[in-house]
């Protein structure tokens, strides 16, 4: 059996409770986890500055994708060389995947979106307490939250019919929405699946593990929310962690999948700790 582990967790209500955020019920668990060799990669809809402040906080050291798959970033001390296609930034190397902001905001202010806007309350618009309500993060918390790259969350106040509508037009001008757990993602046509093929393909294409046995790597994908479906469905283990609200998010596949009983963040390690591939690694430790 292998040891090469990679998972790939969302946060909010995956690894991270949904209403408080609290993580500190699974340290040991997490450590457990690291020492044992496994990695554990954040995918998130969360831009670079929040992912970078919660990794800090759990003590990952790690690539982690950001705004649903429009960014890869790799601590330049990571991997023995630079990834192809990487850009130097700060202590990173980062691989875009995603439009910018900007270029978004400019796709969006043609006429034929301007019936739209009438259904959209971005969250860069919303008040503070606007804010906090729709992300359930506390007002001194919000800061990071305009700090986004390469995505705009927003509400949508209009029917499903006409979301549909929006999503046509957006994907003929290559945007998208993708539905996270509390807000829509106006991005690119990027996913958190392709971002995580991409980072999991790398592992395997420098050998990081170097382990002369096996080099085969399993890949874990873990989530709870529609945005974290394209990973769910590709990866060799989906790991789905209940919502407080039991939502369903329309997973196909039914192989090598586990469904938490408990929610976050319990639901994590109750989930991987019921995996033989888990239990084997963690035995031979």
């Known amino acids: 059996m292998t040891k090469n582990v990679l998972i790939f967790t969302d946060l909010d209500g995956t690894l991270l409770n949904f209403k408080t955020f609290d993580v500190a019920p699974i340290l040991p668990f ?3 986890l690291k020492d044992a060799g496994i990695q554990i990669i954040p995918n998130s809809s969360k831009c670079h500055f929040e992912i970078k402040e919660i990794i800090s906080k759990i003590n990952l050291e790690c690539p982690y994708i950001t705004e649903n798959g429009a960014a890869i970033y790799i601590p330049k001390n990571f991997f023995l060389k630079q990834p192809q ?3 130097e930034q700060g202590k990173n190397w980062v691989l875009t995947l995603g439009i910018e902001k900007d270029i978004i905001n400019q796709k969006i202010r043609q006429t034929s979106f301007k019936k739209y806007m009438k259904f959209i309350l971005f969250l860069r618009n919303m008040t503070k307490l606007q804010k906090s309500y729709y992300t359930g993060l506390k007002p001194e918390s919000l800061d990071r939250t ?3 790259e390469f995505s705009e969350p927003l509400i949508w106040m209009g029917s499903n019919t006409e979301l549909d509508n929006f999503k046509k037009a957006l994907n003929e001008e290559g945007l998208s929405i993708i539905h996270g ?3 829509l993602h106006l991005t690119g046509l990027n996913t958190k699946g392709e971002a995580m093929k991409i980072l999991s393909d790398y592992y395997s294409e420098i050998d990081y593990f170097d382990n002369q046995e096996n080099n085969e790597i399993k890949v874990i994908s873990c989530g709870g929310s529609k945005n974290d479906l394209s990973m769910l469905e590709i990866s ?3 790991v789905v ?6 939502r369903p998010i329309g997973l196909k596949r039914t192989n090598n999948v586990f469904n938490s009983r408990k929610i976050a963040p319990l639901g994590w390690q109750e989930t991987l ?3 033989d591939l888990i239990k084997e690694i963690l035995k031979t430790s």
Do not use: V
């Open 146 to 148: 305009d700090e986004r």
């Open 85 to 87: 296609g990487s850009t």
């Open 30 to 32: 997490i450590s457990k």
């Open 236 to 238: 060799d283990y989906a």
């Open 273 to 275: 700790e019921e995996m």
């Open 241 to 246: 962690i209940r919502l407080p609200d039991m």
């Open 181 to 183: 757990a509390r807000l």
